[in-house]
């Protein structure tokens, strides 16, 4: 039987002093009866109090809020999907002990409108870049419903998450027939009463591959209705279906670019289609291969011009760094650029680059670091503040504003890869929520959850969860190095990799090592990619001496001996830093050594198993990558 994950409230609940819960709604609905079952499951059923009657006040949208007099919690929202996300709080705060006789009252809203996983699975249940085994949706089985699928939806809405793109972006038109369309009809409604719609990731070219035409060109009129009525059809089936994802123009995926047409054009057509329905297409900004000399310059370049040319209901979505799910990476510059165009961000939850399903690496101070990125000159013309607005900020100011998360999830007991791999899950869906949440609070509610409420294991969860992340960055790619992992898989070191079939997926492109120095030089004597952020951050970046050290390498060749803040040359501090990430692995492990017998054994073992990959891995990335790299310097 499969995990349940923080679902488990391992932490326990205090019953004391609590007479009565009360779940306030306008209305009976669907999803309101999924949040009385979710509470059912833990309070007797005399216990619950239903009230269908508008309250003056009620929180509304996706909003509610919890309220204790004399030992009554009242749950209110004027939706039902408001109480469930109330319901879930309030199962959390309860279980982590924040809720007692001295609770008075929390009220919460999101801050983002769409918070999305994004599944890259293919027909064949495999699931491109993930690592927790085979696809949840059992494509054969379907429209046949699984337990799972259930499970899932309670997962994914407990933390916020409320849509889920169901296949990979690299998009087989099939799941566009009317086979798979009654499938995906069939998870939908298992999703809906969770508050989740259901997206599809389309193939550009599924005019051709299903309609029959000779084009996909999006000005094409037959193009057009082909798309209107595969629309028609979807909302037939989905009436609350939330649109479309696409990778065009990337990676051999098929796009507009043949025809001669723009990003634009392209989502445009779809979002024409959908926007009777209120649907939305989402385009990936994910392009580069089409003639650049810097592959991280690409995106902006391709999309800036396009600013204004997309429709209400089309949102480009941008990875948070502008190369590919890097250990670390600057934010990506379209950010800050783009005015009218709604922007989506993408993380990826998978790990493809961070050690995949082996190694432990709590992602939420990673996207910390993005939200809180100054990256927009702030609107007001004159004005008296010396910041620039926040990627969070930038992203809370949209009209369609999302967060995307290429998820981590398979058919694996565990889920997520390892019974430590589900904090980044639960950790996506917070942080999708709210971007301000501190990421050491979330490993504390995770923590609780998951662990139970033994002061020792948490405190050794918690330490291992903050540290992770730096550790990682240390014995991979520190001082902004990036894309050195081996090219078949990403997995492990392999800088000096020289086969492959594109020179921009060959690590060397990336380091550029030399006798002279390490890194790419991407100054406005380079590549001039720091110009692509605004000013004061372009000259910060471009400024040997003012650029932050975690992103020395990417924006500098720097050479050997030039000294760094720590005193030591560019050379020492390479070694150095590969040697203190393989210090901190350990220094993980040694953390979960100290729960050994306040755990189960067998959880124990299952991690302390992935911790002694974690180290022997960290150990070969120090022991390659410092061979490597120091060649060039004799
Ligand atoms: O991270 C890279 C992956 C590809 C992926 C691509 C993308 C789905 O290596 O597997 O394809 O990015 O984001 O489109």
């Not at 309101?32 to 979710?38: D, G, H, K």
């Not at 216990?47 to 006040?57: H, L, Q, S, V």
């Not at 209120?278 to 995106?299: L, M, N, P, Q, S």
């Not at 990826?348 to 000159?377: C, D, S, T």
Request: with cysteine; proline share 4%.
């Amino acid at each position: 039987m499969y995990d349940k994950l923080w679902l488990r409230y391992a932490g326990g609940c205090i019953e004391k002093n609590m007479r009565r819960v009360v779940l306030s709604c306008g209305k009976r609905t669907n999803v309101l009866n999924a949040a009385i079952a979710e509470l059912k499951a833990v309070f007797p059923a005399n216990a619950i109090i239903i009230e269908t009657a508008e309250r003056e006040n009620a929180p509304e949208g996706q909003g509610f809020s919890i309220r204790n007099r004399d030992g009554v919690f009242t749950i209110s929202s004027q939706t039902g999907a408001g109480v469930l996300y109330g319901v879930f709080a309030f199962l959390r705060l309860l279980h982590i002990g924040k809720i007692d006789e001295n609770f008075v009252e929390f009220a919460d809203s999101p801050k983002i409108l769409w918070r999305i996983l994004n599944h890259w699975d293919n027909l064949d249940g495999s699931i491109e870049r993930g690592y927790a085994g085979k696809s949840l949706w059992k494509w054969d089985e379907l429209p046949k419903i699984d337990q799972r699928y259930l499970d899932y939806a309670r997962l994914a809405a407990s933390v916020g998450v409320n849509g889920s793109v169901l296949n990979n972006v690299n998009a087989n038109s099939v799941f566009l027939t009317r086979e798979y369309l009654e499938k995906a009809a069939a998870l939908a409604n298992v999703f809906r009463d969770y508050n989740i719609q259901v997206f599809l990731s389309a193939n550009f070219a599924a005019p051709i591959n299903l309609g029959g035409l000779s084009t996909a060109d999006p000005l094409d009129d037959a193009v057009r209705s082909w798309w209107r009525e595969k629309a028609a059809e979807i909302y037939a089936l989905i009436p609350d279906f939330g649109g479309f994802v696409v990778k065009a123009d990337s990676e051999g995926q098929p796009g507009p670019y043949v025809y001669g047409r723009t990003h634009a054009d392209g989502a445009n057509v779809l979002a024409d289609a959908l926007s009777p329905y209120g649907g939305i297409v989402v385009w990936r900004a994910f392009v580069y291969g089409h003639g650049e000399t810097d592959r991280a310059k690409k995106a902006y370049v391709d999309f800036k011009s396009l600013d204004r040319g997309f429709r209400d209901n089309a949102v480009v979505q941008v990875k948070n760094g502008p190369i590919d799910f890097q250990p670390r990476e600057p934010v990506h510059p379209l950010f800050g650029v783009m005015e009218a165009t709604s922007l989506f961000m993408e993380f990826q939850i998978a790990q493809e680059y961070l050690g995949q399903g082996n190694h432990i690496v709590f992602l939420a101070p990673m996207w910390k670091e993005i939200f809180q990125f100054g990256i927009r000159l702030p609107k007001e013309e004159i004005s008296t503040k010396q910041s620039l607005d926040s990627v969070g900020k930038v992203l809370e100011g949209k009209k369609l504003s999302g967060i995307a998360g290429v998820s981590n999830t398979g058919d694996n007991e565990d889920w997520c890869g390892s019974l430590f791999h589900s904090a980044n899950l639960f950790a996506f869906g917070r942080l999708s929520w709210d971007w301000t949440l501190d990421s050491t609070d979330i490993a504390k509610e995770w923590a609780v959850l998951t662990w139970g409420k033994d002061p020792i294991v948490i405190d050794a969860v918690v330490k291992i969860l903050t540290h992770s992340w730096t550790a990682c960055v240390d014995y991979m790619t520190p001082l902004g190095l990036n894309h050195i992992m081996r090219y078949e898989h990403h997995y492990g070191p392999d800088p000096g990799c020289d086969h492959g079939q594109r020179a921009d997926w060959k690590p060397p492109y990336y380091h550029r090592a030399d006798a002279d120095g390490l890194g790419f030089d991407r100054t406005r004597k380079g590549s001039d990619a720091v110009d692509q952020y605004a000013s004061p951050l372009a000259e910060l970046f471009n400024n040997i001496e003012t650029c932050p050290e975690k992103y020395l390498l990417w924006f500098h060749h720097v050479p050997w001996d030039h000294v760094l803040g720590s005193g030591r040359t560019l050379k020492d501090e390479l070694v150095f830093r590969y040697r203190r990430g393989v210090e901190e692995a350990e220094q993980l492990r040694t953390w979960w050594k100290q729960v050994e017998g306040r755990v189960p054994p067998d959880r124990y073992q299952a991690v302390l198993d992935k911790f002694d990959i974690q180290v022997a891995d960290a150990r070969e990335w120090e022991t390659v990558c410092v061979a490597y790299f120091m060649s060039f310097t004799k």
